[in-house]
């Protein structure tokens, strides 16, 4: 393992509590694994990021780049099209189901032009006042300036920066500890009839769009609605005139299983953001897609100011396709949903063993587990335990590296969770072994928390 040095690096600090803990040095990546300077290995339970969908170290990828570099590397989309744009953006259309797509280096790029297309929109149509965002705590939507104040993660807008546009936030729902107490069966959706109660308030008048992750990524492990609430949504973004914004940066493209989060619910987004899968972690890429709703409107403007230096360049191009073109020549999509509902039923059945272990959900590969105190009363943990910073330390110290989910799940305040999102091939053998050290790390954080 490596040791703590100074670095000269602003360091992202966000997921463990102190500035003192270990970083790993990774110097190499075969599928699953990682080594670091001194040769040690470990399972990368989720995907860098969650965006090396591909695992690690692949020729093919590594044969594209370079034949893309030596091709063109670069040209401006301001005064060319590549036919290489028009090919990857039909092929994401067929991927995804949406119509047309704007491509970014990023997640952040991405979530920042869906809203402001969405507020054009509505400016478009003769209605300028429409132009907030509406929406939700714990999420993430990125960490530029809008995106950050979008966001709903406290931890994560930890300086005024992030609270310095706010346009409003509703409760998510986070059933596991329901924002109004009430149990699955007596569900009423209150949580998203918050968003009719927040509308009358502000007046619609005001808000151009409701932005979402359909199932939550780093903040909330993986939090997935009650059937029905999305229609609910749907119900009244229709009622008030709101567009629905998905950002599917890290749930979509075939993470949870499907081409985007979303379509688990049978419900389609006006505007959708997506990013990190997009490329299997191995050039920079997003894109934001839009309905063919959104794009009859700007076919009739007849223009739309857009433009980022390294928007759709060749080379990410070049990623994008051959990623989905990997993905659909290895089945991933079917790997993803066997081997993650695997993982998922046998994090279930670990709960047996581990006090620690509490809600376990997901879809596909997207799966989160929240650390309690006790799983029966659902009660969690106290800060001062710092449970999370001590299983990702077990994380370490027992070869794998884990994704800490900062959201606190339970109003913002307290609740720790883990998130799984492992590489879309990963075999049965790498997922008992990623449960066999799971297990091991449960035992030895379980051995450090006072219960
Ligand atoms: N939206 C979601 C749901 C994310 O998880 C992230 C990144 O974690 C972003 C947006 C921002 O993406 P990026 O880090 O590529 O800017």
Request: with cysteine.
């Amino acid at each position: 393992m490596s040791t703590p040095k100074k670095a000269h690096e602003v360091h992202p600090h966000i997921f463990l509590s102190d500035w003192n803990n270990v970083n790993l040095s990774l110097v190499k990546g075969e599928g699953i694994y990682q080594y670091d300077v001194q040769g040690n290995k470990f399972i990368d339970s989720c995907s860098g990021a969650v965006n090396a969908s591909l695992g690690y170290g692949r020729e093919d990828m590594a044969e594209v780049l370079k034949k893309q570099a030596m091709e063109l590397g670069y040209l401006t989309r301001f005064t060319s099209v590549p036919p290489i744009l028009d090919e990857c953006s039909n092929m994401l259309s067929e991927y995804t189901g949406m119509e047309r797509f704007f491509l970014t280096s990023g997640g952040s790029e991405a979530v920042e032009m869906a809203v402001r297309i969405a507020k054009g929109y509505w400016a478009h149509k003769g209605k300028p006042t429409k132009n907030k965002i509406v929406s939700r705590w714990l999420s993430y939507h990125g960490n530029t300036y809008a995106t950050a104040c979008f966001g709903g993660n406290l931890a994560r807008k930890n300086d005024m920066s992030a609270y310095a546009m706010d346009e409003g936030h509703i409760n998510a729902p986070t059933c596991y500890h329901c924002p109004y107490g009430l149990t699955e069966d007596a569900c009423n959706f209150e949580c998203a009839n918050e968003l009719e109660d927040f509308l009358i308030n502000k007046g619609a008048t005001n808000y151009a769009a409701f932005l979402f992750e359909p199932i939550g990524g780093t903040t909330t492990a993986a939090m997935r609605p009650p059937k029905g609430y999305l229609k609910r949504i749907k119900e009244i973004c229709d009622k008030y005139e709101l567009l629905l914004l998905a950002d599917e940066v890290l749930a979509g493209f075939g993470r949870a299983g499907k081409p985007k989060s979303i379509d688990w619910y049978d419900i389609k987004p006006d505007i959708a953001a997506m990013a990190k899968c997009m490329s299997g972690g191995y050039f920079p890429v997003g894109a934001v897609a839009t309905s063919p709703r959104i794009d009859e409107l700007y076919k009739e403007v007849g223009h739309y100011y857009s433009g980022f230096t390294w928007a759709g360049n060749p080379m990410a191009c070049a990623v994008t396709i051959e990623t989905m073109k990997i993905m659909e020549k290895e089945n991933m999509m079917e790997n993803i949903n066997t081997q993650g509902e695997y993982l998922k039923q046998q994090l279930i059945d670990l709960r047996s063993k581990h006090q620690l272990l509490g809600d376990v959900r997901g879809e596909g590969l997207l799966i989160g587990f929240e650390l309690v105190k006790d799983h029966d009363t659902r009660t969690c943990l106290p800060n001062e335990e710092q449970a999370l910073g001590k299983f990702m330390r077990n994380g370490f110290a027992n070869g794998v590296i884990l994704e800490a989910a900062s959201g606190k799940m339970k109003r913002g305040v307290e609740g720790d969770a883990i998130l799984l999102a492992p590489y879309y091939g990963i075999t049965r053998e790498e997922t008992d072994e990623l449960l066999e050290r799971l297990d091991k790390i449960f035992y030895d954080t379980e051995a450090q928390i006072q219960f």
